[in-house]
């Protein structure tokens, strides 16, 4: 993942999130790809809920106290996210590409 829809070779992204004006080997502008809230509203929803029930099975069985929540869940919510945003906005930016193709010309 994280390669050009066409290609299957160029970087989609310089850096962590920023996406690549154009692929390096086939010059497909990417930067055209419509750039709205998707990402972010999957993994709220993906993370969120899994994250949701695992504290809640944690408090549940465990009982430990609210600092030791933050210490386990921030960091995993964290991490997660930013994974998770680039790997769903490479997914969508491919599924763009492969089903309105003219976005891209």
Do not use: N
Request: hydrophobic residues 45%; contains cysteine; aromatic residues 12%.
């Amino acid at each position: 993942m994280a390669r050009c829809p066409r290609c299957g070779e160029g970087k989609l992204y310089v850096g962590l999130l920023d996406v690549a004006d154009k692929c390096s080997v086939c010059s497909l502008p990417l930067k055209k790809h419509e750039q709205g809230d998707g990402p972010a509203f999957f993994c709220i929803c993906i993370i969120g809920s899994f994250t949701g029930i695992l504290a809640t099975i944690t408090e549940v069985m465990f009982q430990p106290p609210f600092w030791l929540h933050a210490v386990i869940w921030l960091p995993l919510v964290i991490v997660s996210s930013l994974f998770g945003i680039r790997a769903t906005k490479a997914a969508l930016i491919t599924m763009q590409y492969r089903f309105r193709p003219e976005d891209f010309s």
